[in-house]
């Protein structure tokens, strides 16, 4: 299957990497190609420059946002919370057309340092003002409640058993969803919440998650629903 993902960070490229362990083409998107090529540095959570690891994951292919949009069958947002409106604002919407996208990216605002908050909560969702720009993209959020080093293998990286949640308005885009966590990343209980304003429960877990690493001391922990 082809799949474009928006986003060059760790999210990226650990779902880029595992789906093309499975046998899938990929193609992660980004605003100027060629100034994320001229990179020399990383980031502070990953000093690797992504010029290295593209180099490194050569079946990876890199492209602009159209053209990991228009390249994919499905698609996976995995932006900051920030970049996602404008990441597929520049993809557009013709390439966008009526795909299932992943939606994993929270609305969070570092603009006071850490812990990071919400920037939308309550009332709206992150994966609710996607589909409003996009109407005709089936937005499912998910994978949004977690590690990145959780989201491929969950039971073989952190142990124990674990949950993950899907949203979204359209039934179909859910069930592919709910396959796709099992047959790509390993996912075996996926809970179905609802249409897309379920998003605004899944984004706003992220403050419970945020104080759970700070008093576990690590990141490498996944919610599970005992029912």
């Known amino acids: 299957m082809q799949i474009g993902i928006f986003g060059t960070g760790m999210v990226g490229q650990t779902l880029a990497a595992a789906l093309v362990a499975r046998g899938h083409e990929v193609m992660i998107g980004t605003r100027d190609p060629a100034a994320t090529l001229a990179r020399v540095t990383g980031t502070p959570m990953d000093p690797t420059p992504f010029r290295e690891w593209l180099a490194s994951n050569p079946g990876v292919k890199l492209g602009t946002f159209t053209e990991a949009a228009r390249f994919g069958e499905a698609l996976i947002n995995a932006t900051s919370g920030g970049g996602a409106l404008p990441a597929?604002?520049?993809?557009?919407?013709?390439?966008?057309?009526?795909?299932?996208?992943?939606?994993?990216?929270?609305?969070?605002?570092?603009?006071?340092?850490?812990?990071?908050?919400?920037?939308?909560?309550?009332?709206?969702?992150?994966?609710e003002q996607l589909q409003r720009a996009f109407p005709r993209l089936r937005v499912v959020k998910t994978l949004n409640t977690t590690n990145v080093r959780v989201m491929v293998d969950p039971a073989a990286v952190a142990g124990g058993d674990h949950t993950m949640f899907v949203c979204g308005n359209d039934a179909a885009a859910k069930a592919d969803a709910t396959r796709w966590l099992g047959e790509w990343f390993g996912w075996?209980?996926?809970?179905?919440?609802?249409?897309?304003?379920?998003?605004?429960?899944?984004?706003?877990?992220?403050?419970?998650?945020?104080?759970?690493?700070?008093?576990?001391?690590?990141?490498?922990?996944?919610?599970?629903?005992?029912?």
């Not at 759970?212 to 922990?221: I, R, V």
């Open 188 to 227: 075996r209980d996926v809970i179905d919440l609802g249409d897309i304003t379920t998003a605004r429960g899944t984004e706003m877990l992220l403050p419970v998650w945020l104080r759970l690493w700070g008093a576990l001391g690590t990141p490498m922990f996944n919610f599970k629903i005992a029912r």
């Open 88 to 127: 597929l604002e520049a993809a557009g919407a013709d390439a966008l057309g009526e795909k299932v996208m992943l939606d994993v990216a929270n609305p969070l605002d570092f603009s006071h340092g850490m812990p990071p908050t919400l920037s939308v909560c309550n009332t709206d969702s992150l994966g």
